[in-house]
């Protein structure tokens, strides 16, 4: 059965940064397009970036673009976010999401203090 581990959340200040990571088991991740969404408080959930089949072709949310950087490392099977120049706008629940499969990680809280 297909398990999405995700890991890195936290609390940092704001300009500071995180990575976050979604580790994939049972099912190679490589080629496929891999999505990162976020949901803050009393917002709609919000397509932050995606990774296509080519790990080069890569998509962004104009509220991110600039900041973060989506990345896949094949030998892991796990995708990563890094997140730079973070401000408290960026808080938000994150979830790694695998369109081909609907799956879904487990969620990772980022916070971001002023």
């Known amino acids: 059965q297909v398990q999405i581990v995700q890991s890195g959340g936290g609390l940092v200040h704001s300009g500071g940064s995180l990575r976050l990571s979604c580790a994939v088991s049972?099912?190679?991740?490589?080629?496929?397009?891999m999505n990162w969404y976020r949901r803050a408080p009393r917002k709609e959930r919000e397509l932050v970036a995606t990774?296509?089949?080519?790990?080069?072709?890569?998509n962004y949310a104009d509220s991110v673009k600039g900041r973060f950087t989506i990345l896949r490392d094949n030998a892991k099977n796990t995708v990563f976010l890094q997140m730079n120049s973070l401000n408290p706008e960026d808080t938000a629940v994150y979830y790694c999401?695998?369109?081909?499969?609907?799956?879904w990680g487990q969620g990772t809280q980022v916070t971001v203090s002023s």
């Open positions: 049972e099912f190679t991740i490589k080629g496929y397009q």
């Open positions: 990774i296509l089949s080519s790990d080069n072709d890569t």
């Open positions: 999401h695998i369109p081909i499969l609907n799956r």
